[in-house]
């Protein structure tokens, strides 16, 4: 993706980064990350909170802008490496290599 687009991640204290569903399942970076390796942004702060209102269960959430460095289609998401950059916590997924000690 050659331009950045702004927009915000949600992030839960205790589920981490929104990481996006497949239909079925929804992905948090803490709780279940599955394989994946990019987190969605939502592109206005609007789009996040109408998500939120069919999750009454999630309180807590808080919104953080990020600039969104992959482009699928319309959707954008954010690579573990722009969500770090944005301040929010990175995470492992399945499968994934890490080399050296995770701090």
């Not at 949600?10 to 970076?29: A, E, F, M, R, V």
């Not at 279940?32 to 390796?37: A, C, D, E, T």
């Not at 987190?39 to 998500?51: E, N, Q, R």
Request: charge should be negative.
């Amino acid at each position: 993706m050659n331009d950045a687009s702004e927009g915000y991640l949600l992030i839960h204290p205790h589920y981490g980064i929104y990481l996006g569903h497949d239909g079925q399942q929804h992905y948090w970076s803490k709780a279940n990350p599955g394989r994946l390796i990019v987190a969605v942004v939502f592109p206005a702060l609007g789009d996040l909170v109408d998500f939120l209102a069919g999750w009454p269960t999630i309180t807590a959430a808080e919104a953080l802008p990020i600039k969104a460095d992959i482009r699928a289609g319309i959707a954008t998401y954010a690579s573990i490496e722009a969500c770090v950059h944005a301040g929010a916590e990175g995470w492992i997924s399945q499968g994934m290599i890490c080399y050296g000690p995770i701090q």
